[in-house]
């Protein structure tokens, strides 16, 4: 069972920058893709990046150039670095584990952390 622990959120004017970092443990991190979910208010959780154990990387379009997704697998670490945010960005930010080495989409993803706040101030 893998664990999963988020951190970096916080309240951010419009524009800044913010990276989260999600350490993982339970199980070997190098093997499995892991991606990062976020959740705002009232709307459906959406897959906002996700890294394959590869390194090949995916985003949705809401955050393409703006947001990018590493690890480091020495640090059994994912992170989301996230630049020009904007007050739509704002959301619960969860790191997921992936079931395999790859994935195809949101279902491909099965352990979750407690999340984050990441509040964009207009």
């Known amino acids: 069972q893998v664990q999963l622990v988020e951190s970096g959120g916080g309240l951010v004017q419009a524009g800044g920058s913010l990276r989260l970092s999600c350490a993982a443990s339970?199980?070997?991190?190098?093997?499995?893709?892991m991606g990062w979910f976020r959740q705002a208010p009232g709307k459906q959780r959406e897959l906002v990046a996700a890294i394959t154990s590869g390194g090949n990387t995916d985003y949705a379009d809401s955050v393409k150039g703006r947001f990018t997704i590493s690890r480091d697998n020495a640090k059994n670490t994912v992170y989301l670095q996230m630049n020009s945010l904007k007050p739509e960005d704002t959301a619960v930010y969860s790191c997921a584990a992936g079931r395999r080495y790859y994935y195809t989409g949101p279902q491909d993803f099965g352990s979750w952390g407690q999340g984050t706040q990441v509040t964009v101030s207009s």
């Open positions: 339970g199980r070997t991190f190098s093997n499995y893709a």
